[in-house]
């Protein structure tokens, strides 16, 4: 079975630019969480779509929007690129269902690395 | 405000050795913590994970320590290989509905296992 997949994989961009990211969950899976990851940093959550439905947002600027398709999809565009905007972004499905003390595993992507310039 | 800590930064280990890497966390509300290991240019796979509740889970050579009352848990790494260097994530999550949790990870530590 195929994993996550992202695309592109490389992006360059200059600043003020606007950037789309795209991401295929595993198939099956209905929740979709998007991250940042600085250059030697953790991941930082963004966005977590469920059922087409925003379920959660982190700490980043109304510039980062995201949206999930019917076929569970999703996108994440960025508006008004900064050079403090390159990272690498990825992309995590899961399942979406699983009750509170049965804990879901979150799978992620190869990542989609931007360099604004 | 940076809700899990981790460290070492960077280890280096002999081959054959034990690597262990620290997590403290703040929120008393996580519920889930699982660890990841990301190799460069990949994204993060997870490793292992536990839940609040039970204070050690050990898969092959890796384990995790769980101190609930500390608000610790740390990833031992038994019998290091080469093959184990790669950066290394623990992470915390929340749950709040179906379909609605994310993960708070730490800075991660980058483990060199030498021959």
């Known amino acids: 079975d195929a994993g996550v997949t992202q695309s592109p994989t490389h992006l360059i961009k200059t600043r003020g630019q606007h950037v789309t990211l795209r991401c295929s969950p595993i198939?099956?899976?209905?929740?979709v969480s998007w991250y940042q990851q600085v250059l030697g940093q953790g991941p930082q959550f963004i966005f977590q779509?469920?059922?087409?439905?925003?379920?959660g947002r982190g700490n980043f600027p109304d510039r980062f929007s995201a949206r999930q398709f019917p076929n569970y999809s999703s996108e994440l565009n960025v508006n008004a690129l900064l050079l403090g905007d390159s990272a690498l972004y990825l992309c995590?499905?899961?399942?979406?269902?699983?009750?509170?003390?049965?804990?879901?595993?979150?799978?992620f992507g190869p990542g989609t690395r931007l360099l604004v310039l | 405000q940076q809700q899990v800590k981790q460290s070492p930064q960077s280890l280096i280990v002999q081959k054959g050795g034990i690597s262990i890497i620290n997590c403290a966390y703040e929120?008393?509300?996580?519920?889930?913590f699982p660890w990841y290991q990301q190799f460069p240019g990949k994204g993060p796979a997870l490793l292992i994970a536990?839940?609040?509740?039970?204070s050690e889970k050990k898969e092959g050579r890796f384990t995790i320590s769980f101190n609930k009352s500390a608000k610790q848990f740390s990833l031992h790494i038994m019998d290091s290989q080469p093959g184990d260097s790669a950066t290394y994530f623990c992470?915390?999550?929340?749950?709040?509905?179906?379909?609605?949790?994310?993960?708070?990870f730490g800075k991660g530590t980058k483990l060199s296992v030498i021959p």
């Open positions: 995590a499905s899961s399942t979406g269902t699983a009750p509170i003390y049965h804990q879901e595993t979150q799978y």
């Open positions: 992470a915390a999550s929340l749950f709040s509905g179906a379909g609605s949790y994310q993960l708070t």
């Open positions: 198939s099956g899976h209905k929740s």
């Open positions: 779509y469920y059922e087409k439905e925003e379920r």
């Open positions: 929120n008393t509300a996580f519920d889930y």
């Open positions: 536990i839940r609040p509740d039970v």
